[in-house]
């Protein structure tokens, strides 16, 4: 009996692995399609501040620093094409 529970858990935690993987990918494309991840993020980090989840400061500073980080990723990408 030991072996078909071990398998069933080893299962149960590769198909929750895949679930979280598709759905999250899901979720980015589908907003990327529609062109309101920005918007979506940044409504989102407003709308938890009041129902004190945390700090304050956590998904301000997520958002705030979201198109930075963007844009510094974009440029290191585009050097790493322009020298190669």
């Not at 529970?5 to 589908?30: C, H, K, P, Q, Y």
């Not at 918007?39 to 400061?57: D, E, K, Q, S």
Request: charged letters at 5%.
């Amino acid at each position: 009996m030991q072996k078909p529970n071990l398998l069933r858990s080893i299962g149960a935690i590769v198909l929750g692995f895949v679930a979280v993987v598709v759905l999250s990918l899901g979720t980015d494309e589908v907003l990327h399609i529609l062109n309101i991840g920005l918007v979506f993020g940044t409504a989102v980090a407003v709308a938890t501040i009041p129902m004190h989840l945390g700090p304050a400061w956590y998904p301000i500073s997520i958002a705030a620093t979201a198109l930075p980080c963007a844009w510094i990723g974009g440029a290191l990408y585009r050097g790493d094409q322009i020298s190669s």
